[in-house]
């Protein structure tokens, strides 16, 4: 696993797991690593709930925005 990068890592929310129902909890808060690949294809590379990061929809997932100290906190945690 990558231990994601404070500033090119996002946070997204999962809105959808469908087929992914073991790897993705929805309403869950995910770190999103930068993938332009992936982006070209329509998916985003994030750590899920194997602690490994994958490949997943774009769809399945809404961008999030926190108070700085939030968003250091769940990335110190990942």
């Known amino acids: 696993?990558?231990?994601p990068q404070t500033s090119n890592a996002?946070?997204?929310?999962?809105?959808?797991?469908?087929?992914?129902?073991?790897?993705?909890?929805?309403r869950k808060i995910?770190?999103?690593?930068?993938d332009p690949e992936?982006?070209?294809?329509?998916?985003?590379?994030?750590?899920?709930?194997?602690g490994e990061?994958?490949?997943?929809?774009?769809?399945f997932f809404l961008p999030v925005t926190l108070p700085h100290s939030v968003r250091k906190a769940i990335l110190a945690a990942a």
């Open 1 to 3: 696993m990558r231990k």
């Open 53 to 59: 990061d994958y490949l997943y929809p774009r769809s």
């Open 30 to 34: 995910y770190v999103s690593l930068t």
């Open 38 to 50: 992936a982006a070209k294809h329509g998916q985003v590379r994030v750590i899920d709930e194997s």
């Open 10 to 26: 996002r946070l997204l929310i999962c809105v959808e797991n469908r087929g992914y129902r073991a790897s993705l909890e929805k």
